[in-house]
């Protein structure tokens, strides 16, 4: 994605952000003992917890220590969960084995040539029947060594594969193949296995099983990276072995242990790593190309997790990008670290996440600011239950009194508090809100009373910072609910007056035209106070909707006399911070018995130059002051 919310790739990280070398560096120790060939060892964790990423380290350590010598390391990287299904998994991973090793003879050579007829002789033992006899264009052929016929290669001997008598020459033959003159310049061939818990039961086996095949010649070894429970499970499956009970050990996995010599458990991110791992995201997005500034962070961050420092000792400069960056990674790390257990993937995907809504909510035309739009995600994608009660207070026109409320049974009551407020943006649009802004003047009309209804995640929540308005948010939740596909209805409001609210709020004069002033005459009293009500919880959640809904609000006055209270009530609950000049104006014409306290409300609510000015128009129509 391009523009200011880039997104991160799932590829495996070229670059080791999480500590992880230390992991690479001792499966490199164990593949190169040779008191341990042949090898499987495997690593396990968590999908998402960066297995590819080390499997990707550990093809560099081995790079690194393959000599130049003449004894060098073959690395063949597979993935089961590609293999195509009509091959075979077994067939699939001999192919890519053997037709990595047939890559590797010198044909010009004598002894390469001898040693390629054994190799031929050794494919012969493999039923590739099934693969080929599919096409030649199937994954299978492309994997088969590139000599002679491929079609000279199939075979339906007895002794294939798919006999005990098969597979015991083919070890044989495999050993012999290894230890061949031909091949002499390698000293190891070290297969990298991933994503085998993603595969399906017999898959898993199989593969295992081909495994098996190949550990009984020197010089061979393996690297599984895989969730070991869930390999357990799929071989439990496929062999309907009993649950263990009673402290005895899993059969699925002691005949996994028969396979798999021991295994190095990936660990979950620290709180610590999850920090820097954020931070270290971020930074990328702004340092860009800058790789040797980029690399200085990530070292940096490599020896405060040794010397048991903090992200505090970073030196960014005071006020830069950077410095918001690790703001935001130390607000987020509380709760993303627990909830997702420590896991890179789930991180990197709430990144993603974040950056597409701040995108989509950008071209939208809502101006939220990084740090906002992130305490929104935490709610949208990880307090699932709290984000769908926060809709409720949306839907029923409670999103202000509620969030207000929230604040002061989190936080307590600050008398005079300096909240959140965006940066200064050059887009002065209709949406461009801000996250909270009041005068420290303003004295609500109505104080929100403390809800002890609130869960105690959604206080916790509450406690991240900014503080949040519903001037700034409604309109982001409501893109959140349509992401999430839930439906935004005030099931408060009487549904024969569902289809009149939407049409007096209507942006377009049609709909609002459509509403005659004889249907505003003939409501019942109580429907047209409830109107009005609903009219002013709205227009106080969302302040976008004020031109068309207060000039509503007086519609419903002047047409039902009996609703001048709740009207008063209404317009004296709208935020003065949040009241458009042309609003005030509005009341230049009406009665001022009846809406002095209106304007007074707003008067003292704020000391915004408009605002004042609109306000003194008016008092001058009317005759006065206001004192």
């Keep these: 994605m391009t523009g200011s919310y880039p997104l991160w790739s799932d590829e495996p990280a070229t670059q080791d952000l999480l500590a992880f070398r230390a992991v690479a560096e001792t499966a490199a120790d164990a593949i190169f003992d040779d008191g341990l060939d042949p090898l499987a060892i495997g690593l ?82 493999v039923n590739w029947s099934k693969a080929v006899k599919m096409a030649a264009r199937t994954a299978i052929t492309m994997q088969l060594p590139d000599i002679d016929d491929v079609f000279g290669l199939v075979s339906d001997e007895p002794e294939s594969l798919d006999s005990e008598k098969g597979m015991a020459a083919f070890r044989e033959d495999f050993g012999k193949l290894l230890a061949d003159p031909a091949l002499g310049h390698l000293s190891r061939v070290v297969v990298l296995v991933d994503d085998l818990d993603r595969c399906l039961p017999d898959t898993v086996v199989e593969t295992l099983e081909a495994i098996r095949l190949f550990l009984s010649a020197e010089g061979m070894s393996f690297v ?20 263990p009970n009673n402290g005895d050990e899993d059969p699925a996995k002691l005949y996994l242990h028969k396979i798999v010599q021991t295994t190095i458990p990936l660990p979950a991110l620290s709180r610590f790593d999850t920090e820097a791992y954020l931070f270290l995201l971020l930074a990328k997005t702004e340092l860009g190309s800058d790789e040797a500034a980029y690399a200085a962070f990530v070292a940096r961050c490599d020896e405060l997790r040794i010397d048991g420092g903090g992200l505090d000792d970073l030196e960014v400069e005071e006020g830069s990008v950077l410095a918001e960056h690790l703001v935001t990674a ?62 409720g207070w949306l839907a029923s026109n409670q999103l202000r009194d509620k969030l207000d409320a929230l604040d002061i049974a989190a936080n307590g009551r600050i008398e005079e508090t300096k909240e959140a407020t965006p940066e200064p943006s050059e887009d002065k649009s209709p949406n ?39 001037s700034a948010i409604s309109g982001y939740l409501y893109l959140a609910a349509s992401f999430a596909k839930i439906e935004v209805i005030d099931t408060g409001l009487p549904e024969r007056l569902r289809d009149l609210a939407v049409a007096l709020t209507s942006s377009l004069k049609l709909d609002r035209a459509g509403v005659t002033d004889d249907t505003l005459k003939l409501l019942p009293e109580g429907d047209a ?28 006055a002047a047409q039902q006399p009996s609703t001048s209270p709740n009207v008063v009530a209404a317009l004296k609950g709208l935020p003065a911070a949040n009241v458009e000049p042309a609003t005030i104006i509005k009341l230049r014409p009406l009665d001022q018995t009846v809406y002095r306290p209106v304007l007074d409300a707003w008067k003292v609510g704020s000391d915004d130059q408009q605002l004042q000015a609109s306000v003194g128009i008016v008092e001058k129509a009317w005759g006065g002051n206001g004192n």
Aim: glycine share 6%; charged share 30%.
């Design 529 to 556: 106070q409830i109107l009005v009500d609903h009219l002013g919880r709205r227009t106080r959640d969302q302040p976008s909707l004020q031109k068309f809904a207060v000039e509503s609000i007086l519609r419903l």
């Design 44 to 125: 396990s964790g968590a999908w998402g917890s960066g297995k590819t990423s080390v499997l990707e380290l550990i093809k560099s350590e081995i790079t690194t220590r393959s000599g130049d010598n003449g004894h060098k390391v073959l690395v063949i990287p597979t993935q089961p969960w590609l293999y195509d299904p009509a091959v075979g998994p077994k067939e699939s991973l001999i192919a890519e084995v053997l037709g990595a090793l047939g890559r590797k003879f010198n044909e010009a050579d004598p002894v390469g040539k001898a040693g390629l007829d054994a190799f031929k002789k050794l494919v012969r033992k």
């Design 432 to 470: 461009a809100l801000p996250v909270k802004k009041k005068s420290a003047a303003a004295q609500p009309e109505q104080e929100p009373s403390r809800d002890d209804d609130f869960s105690d995640t959604l206080r916790r929540w509450a406690k991240l910072p900014p503080v949040l308005d519903a």
């Design 224 to 243: 599984i990276a895989a969730d070991e429970d869930r390999v357990a499970e799929a071989i439990q499956q496929k062999f309907k072995t009993a649950a």
């Design 330 to 391: 130390t607000r987020l790390t509380p709760i993303l670290y627990e909830k997702f257990h420590g896991n890179p993937r789930r991180i990197k995907r709430f990144l993603n996440d974040l950056n597409v809504r701040q995108a989509v909510a950008r071209r939208r035309g809502f101006k939220l600011e990084p740090d906002a739009v992130a305490k929104l995600m935490v709610l949208e994608r990880i307090l699932t239950d709290d984000f769908k009660t926060v809709l």
